[in-house]
């Protein structure tokens, strides 16, 4: 505020200029969304003709937006619409969020936004007409009415590339573009091309060139002809990097996210990437870059100004579930320790089932490289008596590190090192015991040194609710790196997803494990999967598998092949209320014991411990409610098939929220 007045100390005073600021002051805090904000100046009078001027200001409520309106929309609904805008309409539940304030330069944000969803689902020629906000008479609240006009539908037509440069072939650059004739346009598209052609022109060794596409529409075939013009620039080079606004974070931590260094050939492409790099940091509001003149014609000084926002969390989260009763979470977490940008999380989990501590450090820039490297140090309990007979408990700690290997593909390494214990009851093992031969094997404590990796390919089209493209995950370790326990583990999944029309999305996905001892130790009950509950709909936790029929204590399995298929349908509920719901099916198999456990004393097949691949099948339906106190996942089941030791569950609930 202080800047936005016209007085300033040692000034003229005048009571015209009070009117001029008191009206300043008034209109920014109308900007804000505090209608009902008032200015009260006062003159304190001072000696030799000097006075001191006082703004007193009542900032009055945040004034918050009753309804949003949508004028000329037929291909999608208002609700559909609302949910791209990140202006909300005001709910009782949406007590702890500002998004349901007036704010004029986040309906400018909501604009832009509407226009990038309509242009990436073929609308070429969307405008917003207009942004209507009107108060309400109380002067409460206002009514939003955009209006829209969304054009006809268009494919991409012919794609041409021009070029001045002889050095650079069209017709192998045009392969390398994401569009093709006959394709809905998308707006993204022509982004992404762009981005193609200016890193392909650069590792040809051409930084200084210029793409412009040029746009043919046809309205009466409703197509767009683009042809990409490659223009060679005026070689310009970074003179300088000026960093600014940066009270808290480090100049090195902004610089390493800067794709262009002082030196560089000057890229506009590149430029943009960092800005998008910075904000995808988490640490500032605001972020903008800008290109001024530099020491010469030929050099160009970039300033980067950014506004820092608060970077760390308390979180106290509270939830309750079918399975898992009450459990109570509490959390800090520093995304920007030290204003070194690393991450730091300390976590305390405390539930019926499970008590869990743990502590994780991250540093994303591991040796100033794109290396993410971090340390976790954990302590466990579980109380499976509801499953098996034990309880099981791992203090331990272990580092990691990943890299990515492209854009798309991320590689992580780690090391850790563990105590597990396994505690049965007292009495259980004992020869008067009716303990399982198979667990009583297990009791003690043993020393696990592991080290593994796990590849990851996503190739999704979005990361939180995608509609195609695939991801494929492969995690491997290795313990006996010293220590007690010998065993190699590999799991892998793939899951698939196609958008067969608007809220109809079909998710495919196959996942399979192996766990097998070596040097004549056999695995261990804590490094056995154990599948049911979540991880196989229909099924209680820990449900199918090998088993001992004399207590009925789950043993896990040293291998699991699952596959599911699941359909999102449309429940015509609005988009807001943040309900989905989803048809599914569940088919696979766990089993296989090491022969130690599944053998008795006189060499034959126990007949207590049961151990098939036998298929079991469930399908049902799901519902995810993103609901005011958190996300709430309710699954019906109906098993379709199950061997007759199984333990199933028609209904299931699971829920956790922050607050």
């Known amino acids: ?301 970039v300033n980067v100004t950014v506004t820092e926002q608060p970077t760390g969390e308390l979180s106290v989260g509270a939830g309750f579930s079918s399975v898992d009763s009450f459990v109570l979470n509490l959390g800090i977490t520093e995304r920007n320790f030290r204003g070194r940008g690393q991450n730091v999380v300390a976590r305390l989990e405390w539930g019926s089932l499970r008590q869990q501590i743990d502590f994780r450090f991250t540093e994303p820039k591991f040796l100033g490289r794109d290396l993410r490297a971090g340390f976790d140090a954990f302590h466990s309990r579980y109380d499976l008596s509801e499953y098996s007979s034990y309880d099981y408990r791992s203090t331990g700690g272990g580092v990691r590190l990943s890299y990515p290997l492209n854009g798309y593909t991320l590689l992580s390494t780690r090391y850790f090192l563990k105590s597990d214990e396994i505690i049965v009851p007292s009495g259980y093992c004992s020869a008067s015991g009716a303990g399982s031969n198979a667990l009583c094997d297990q009791v003690g404590s043993f020393l696990n040194s592991s080290a593994g990796y796990t590849l990851l390919v996503d190739r999704r089209n979005d990361p939180v609710r995608p509609t195609r493209g695939w991801t494929g995950t492969l995690r491997q370790d290795f313990a006996g790196i010293g220590g007690d326990v010998n065993y190699v583990k590999t799991e892998a999944e793939v899951s698939a997803y196609w958008g067969i029309a608007p809220d109809w999305i079909v998710t495919a996905q196959a996942q399979t494990g192996y766990v097998a001892g070596w040097g004549g130790d056999p695995v261990r009950i804590n490094d056995r999967f154990f599948k049911g509950g979540n991880s196989f709909r229909g099924f209680e936790t820990a449900g199918i598998g090998p088993r001992d029929l004399t207590t009925t204590d789950a043993l896990g399995g040293n291998f699991y092949a699952i596959g599911t298929l699941e359909l999102t349908v449309p429940n015509y509920l609005p988009e807001e209320y943040g309900i989905r719901t989803s048809l599914f099916a569940d088919v696979g198999t766990l089993g296989v014991l090491d022969d130690r456990y599944t053998v008795n004393s006189t060499g034959m097949p126990d007949s207590n411990i049961v151990d098939d691949l036998e298929l079991r099948a469930s399908a049902g339906i799901s519902v995810h409610w993103r609901s005011p106190m958190g996300p709430i996942r309710f699954d019906l089941s109906k098993v379709l098939g199950k061997e007759e030791y199984d333990k199933t569950e028609t209904f299931r609930f699971s829920t956790s929220t922050q607050f």
């Open 1 to 301: 505020l202080t800047e936005e007045v016209t007085l300033k100390p040692r000034g003229i005073y005048t009571r015209a200029r009070i009117q001029e600021d008191v009206g300043k002051i008034v209109e920014l805090y109308r900007l804000s969304g505090r209608i009902g904000a008032t200015v009260t100046p006062k003159i304190v009078q001072l000696e030799q003709n000097r006075v001191d001027v006082v703004f007193e200001i009542n900032e009055g409520s945040e004034t918050g937006v009753r309804a949003i309106t949508f004028l000329g929309n037929q291909a999608f609904s208002d609700n559909e619409l609302r949910e791209i805008m990140v202006t909300k309409q005001s709910q009782w539940w949406r007590l702890f969020t500002t998004n349901d304030n007036y704010d004029p330069n986040r309906l400018d944000y909501d604009r832009e936004q509407l226009r990038k969803f309509y242009t990436n689902r073929g609308y070429y020629d969307f405008r917003v007409l207009s942004a209507i906000s009107e108060l309400t008479p109380d002067d409460s609240s206002f009514g939003i009415t955009m209006t829209v006009d969304e054009g006809d539908r268009y494919n991409f037509g012919t794609v041409d590339i021009v070029t001045e440069n002889e050095r650079l072939n069209p017709d192998f650059l045009k392969r390398l573009l994401p569009i093709r004739e006959g394709d809905l346009y998308e707006s993204d598209k022509i982004e992404t091309a762009v981005d193609a052609l200016t890193f392909a022109a650069g590792s040809a060794g051409y930084a200084f060139v210029e793409i412009e596409p040029e746009y043919r529409a046809d309205p009466e075939t409703n197509v767009v002809n683009v042809t990409f013009n490659i223009k060679e620039g005026e070689r310009v080079y970074v003179d300088r990097i000026n960093v600014v606004g940066n009270t808290r974070t480090l100049d090195n931590v902004i610089r390493r996210e800067m794709m262009l260094s002082e030196g560089d050939a000057f890229n506009r492409t590149l430029l943009e990437r960092s800005r998008n790099n910075l904000r995808a940091l988490g640490f500032f509001k605001d972020v903008t870059i800008e290109e001024a003149r530099g020491s010469a014609a030929d050099r160009s000084v």
